[in-house]
T-cell receptor, first 116, second 114 residues
């Protein structure tokens, strides 16, 4: 039972264009969503997050959109740069309760390739 | 630089031979996590420590144990590794919920079981 799904294993875009990475979730008890970026031989690094009370959060070239009714979020990168080439993980955290401190449930990742 | 360190980066063990993976952090975070990630799959939480309180995920096999002797260190013990335990093991830390669940990850330990 995969609660967080990234249905596109890979995405290729041209430098300067927009990259859109998608993520779907099934659990309505998630209240916080995060995107992580992972380069080869490194651990995932935090990129951007959004609370369930918002529908958009922007940080420089990165914007995350949340559609709660569709249980869908997306990460937009514009303009895309070759250095953005990495694996991107979507993650969700359930509403805090005892024993769930900061627990994250990850999607399986999307490999983004940005071509020069 | 404050960071999360995992040793070793690569570990080879024999089927059934106990193995310990280590994680240390200089961030002084009170929560530490262990994830298992198999090829092309999502990282899966095995357990976490909130300070000294151990929280095991319901589906984590008994073969996996953890120790946290102090704030800085956390260990993952696999008592009798099977071929299915070959994976990347990721350690992560967070400062409870102060930063909206943001977790800081180490580079991982790649475990091979022969």
């Amino acid at each position: 039972d995969q609660q967080v799904k990234q249905n596109s294993p890979s995405l290729s875009v041209q430098e300067g264009r927009i990259s859109i990475l998608n993520c779907d979730y099934t659990n309505s008890m998630f209240d916080y969503f995060l995107w992580y970026k992972k380069y080869p031989a490194e651990g995932p690094t935090f990129l951007i997050s959004i609370s369930s009370i918002k529908d958009k959060n922007e940080d420089g070239r990165f914007t995350v959109f949340l559609n709660k009714s569709a249980k869908h979020l997306s990460l937009h990168i514009v303009p895309s740069q070759p250095g953005d080439s990495a694996v991107y993980f979507c993650a969700a955290s359930p509403i805090f309760s005892s024993g769930n401190t900061g627990k994250l449930i990850f999607g399986q990742g999307t490999t983004l390739q940005v071509k020069p | 630089d404050a960071m999360v360190i995992q040793n070793p980066r690569y570990q080879v063990t024999q089927f059934g031979k106990p193995v310990t993976l280590s994680c240390s952090q200089t961030l002084n975070h009170n929560v530490m996590y262990w994830y298992q990630q198999k090829s092309s799959q999502a990282p899966k939480l095995l357990f976490h420590y909130y300070d000294k309180d151990f929280n095991n995920e319901a589906d984590t096999p008994d073969n996996f144990q953890s120790r946290r002797p102090n704030t800085s260190f956390c260990f993952l013990d696999i008592r009798s590794p099977g071929l299915g335990d070959a994976a990347m093991y990721l350690c992560a830390t967070s400062r409870d919920q102060a930063r909206g669940y943001e977790q800081y990850f180490g580079p991982g330990t790649r475990l091979t079981v022969t």
